[in-house]
C-alpha cells in the first residue's frame, strides 16, 4: 500500500481535524496541518483531503502523482478518541475494499484469529473501525467514484 498524507480543506471544524487524525492513526498515514498552503505548496505525490459540508466530514479526495483519482462521499459517527498502535489492519468485505486486495479465503481464515488489533469490518455501506475491539469510527459510504483523467 501506498505512504499517504492527509490533510484537510481550509478552516476544517474540529470535528473534521479529529476525524482525520484519528483516521490516518489508524491507517498509519501521516496527517499534515495545511494551514494556509495550497496543493501547489504541499508538492506531494500521495495526497488525501478530507473535506467537510456543515462542519462535518463528508468528501475524500484522494490525489496520486498529482492528480485527483479517487473521491469518496461518506458520512462518519460515533468518532472515539484513543490511542492506538502501529500494527497490520483485517479488512472483512467486499464491496469497499479500499485498502488492499484480500482473497475470501484469506478472510475467512484470517477472521477467527484474534492476532490483528485493528480490523475493518464492512457491513453493507458501511465500514466498521475496531481498535482491540472497540469501535473507534464508523464510515457511511455513500459514493465511490474513480477519476479518470484525459490526455
Known amino acids: 500500500m501506498r505512504s499517504m498524507i492527509v490533510t484537510t480543506s481550509r478552516k476544517p471544524s474540529r470535528r473534521t481535524r479529529t476525524f482525520a487524525k484519528i483516521f490516518c492513526r489508524f491507517l498509519g498515514w501521516k496527517y499534515l496541518q495545511r494551514g494556509k498552503k495550497s496543493f501547489r505548496d504541499l508538492d506531494l505525490k500521495n495526497l488525501c483531503v478530507i473535506s467537510e459540508i456543515k462542519g462535518n466530514p463528508a468528501i475524500m479526495s484522494f490525489y496520486f502523482d498529482g492528480e485527483k483519482k479517487l473521491e469518496i462521499q461518506f458520512s462518519v459517527g460515533n468518532i472515539k478518541k484513543m490511542e492506538l498502535s502501529e500494527g497490520a489492519i ?62
Open 90 to 151: 483485517l479488512f472483512i468485505g467486499e464491496k469497499f475494499n479500499l485498502f488492499g486486495a484480500i482473497t475470501k479465503e484469506m478472510l475467512d481464515k484470517f477472521d477467527k484469529k484474534p492476532q490483528f488489533e485493528k480490523r475493518i469490518v464492512e457491513k453493507g455501506g458501511e465500514l466498521f473501525f475496531y481498535f482491540k475491539g472497540d469501535l473507534v469510527f464508523k464510515m457511511r459510504i455513500y459514493s465511490l467514484r474513480q477519476i479518470h483523467q484525459s490526455p
